[in-house]
């Protein structure tokens, strides 16, 4: 072998490798992204389903707290026992409650709000007065029966007085489960308040309609997870995962929940990945309406790693394969096209000047007629019948000829304005066709003595080539403006055709006088 055949074999190597070293690095970094968007579309679908699933979870509870409220033995019932008398407070839980329940419409109304939390699979509904004692409750036949405790201070009761609702989020004194909160007011017949009534529903229950294919987490503004589909999340705090400026202080005695270790790979104000408790994530933020809560949906990456060293395993072959089909495709499919544009070219233009033939012009023509009748216009066609043709050709030969009709359409293609189509008809015949304004009463000729000015000097004087050359008197014009709801193509160009035969008349007459 000569010495220079193995430098050039290692040379081939090197590049082949690298060649495929490329390739198959970008096959893996496409189709990992493209996994990657469509887990961020999917998680986004996910996102905006269940949103709509709990926003109307919410929203049922705050109809149905509302409805409660305007109840009329609820609003019996509150103003009864609209604060509670001096001596409650040194009475126990348990004094409390045997008070209130001696009273049969503290039964019944406790006994309506056992049938509707059972029937919406509510934790509890209970009807607070002003002292924040609880009156009844939907459990108050029950062992572990709320009626009697005071719940002083508990921020959703505080905001429904004051505003007509609340919410919140919080643990259960009596059970221990975390739970939501939404109050409304009790007012009388005058819009005084009389109390509030609470529906309590528990996150374990609101964590059933977290269903899916991506971890779900209902946030709270503390950054709390406050109901999650994937349990290590629960009551865990992830308030980095949350928009910049959208944490805020507790406003209540719970907790923000122990924080979980997160770190951004990407744009913070991106979809992620982000690295959460060591495992990467895609995220999709999703407000949830009315309320104080946000809802992410978390698309775990973990399975990438896996799909790139399988990646890894293809890429030899694949890349291979691949790189030769997608060169002899696109060979094969740039020359079809280039055949295709020749084909289209040549049905549309003519051979000689390169100007739109008679199928292109008439095409137009009609294109033009629908465009003016939407915007009002009207349409100017200009026949052009270059006079002596014949004598050149038998005069100078029919290649002086052919460089006459080139030069003419290239004068004529210079005098255009914008948005003018010139093509040839054949032979000697060209026409002009455009848009025009409609007429005005005391000029209805300017358009059509504007293209004979334009277009009828570029034609006349000497045309010089390298056989000969000579002086040309001109051309005939026939050219009219039409409105097209009143005509038709056809029509417009025999007009006009017609007119390009009254003027070579004319010219022939003045000549021969």
Known sequence: MPPIAPTVTLGAVVVWLGLVAGLGWWTSQRIVAAELSD?????????????????RLFTEMLSVANMVA???QVIQLATRYRTDPPDAAGLTRQQRAARFTRDPLVRTVGDFMNALSGDLSYARIYMNNLSDDTVTASNWAEPDSIVGMIYSGRPYLIDALRSGNGHSFGIARLNRTPSYFVASRIEDADGVPQGSVTVKFDAPEMARYLTGRHITLIVNRQGRVTTSSSPPFMLRNVAALLPPGAVWPSDGDEGPGEPMDIRVLADPDGAGPWLIDGQPHLLQRQPLSNTQYQLLTLAALDHLQPMRKQHLGMALLAAAVGLVVILLS???AGQMMRRRQDERHAA???????LPNRRAVLTELSRLFALAKRTRQ???VAFIDLDGFKAINDTYGHEVGDEFLIEAGRRMSAGLRAGDMLGRLGGDEFVVIGLVAEPQADDPDAAVDAMRDRLAPLL???YAFDECSFDYLGASFGIVTLDPSVTSPQTALKDADRLMYADKQARRAQQAG
Do not use: F, I, M, P
């Open 39 to 55: 887990l961020a579309a999917h998680a986004e679908y996910e996102a905006e389903t269940t949103a709509r699933v709990v926003d």
């Open 70 to 72: 305007r109840q009329g």
């Open 330 to 332: 696109g060979h094969a």
């Open 348 to 354: 549309n233009h003519d051979a000689l000047t390169g």
């Open 378 to 380: 009207w349409v100017l």
């Open 460 to 462: 006349t004087g000497t």
